[in-house]
């Protein structure tokens, strides 16, 4: 069971990313994948959540608008696309694989994302 994220790095404000997470070990497919943060000093934030069966998507408020969240579920792989970056985006993003919504049995090592100019 493997989750492994990429895509991070520094953007200015405004900027644009698209993290990726690809997993493996597991049937990808059947299960909820999500988005999780931690800013520097704060705890773990939920960002965004993708169902495996109907692929409805689920955002935090702070993101809504800002972030689509997708899958692609012949090649195992979840995305997060990140538009209009500020400095509060700044985080570590891990992805996070559960049996159903809002659970989170399974995470990725994280990918760091600097919003700064």
């Known amino acids: 069971m493997q989750l492994v994220e990429s895509g991070g790095g520094l953007v200015h404000p405004g900027g644009s990313l698209r993290l990726s997470c690809a997993a493996s070990?597991?049937?990808?497919?059947?299960?909820?994948m999500s988005w999780v943060r931690q800013a520097p000093g704060k705890g773990l934030e939920w960002v965004s959540s993708i169902l495996p069966s109907s692929g409805s998507t689920i955002y935090a408020d702070s993101v809504k608008g800002k972030f689509t969240i997708s899958r692609d579920n012949a090649k195992s792989t979840l995305y997060l696309q990140m538009n209009s970056l500020k400095s509060e985006d700044t985080a570590v993003y891990y992805c996070?694989?559960?049996?159903?919504?809002?659970?989170?049995?399974?995470w990725g090592q994280g990918t760091q994302v600097t919003v700064s100019s």
């Open positions: 996070a694989a559960g049996p159903t919504y809002g659970t989170y049995n399974y």
């Open positions: 070990g597991f049937t990808f497919s059947t299960f909820a």
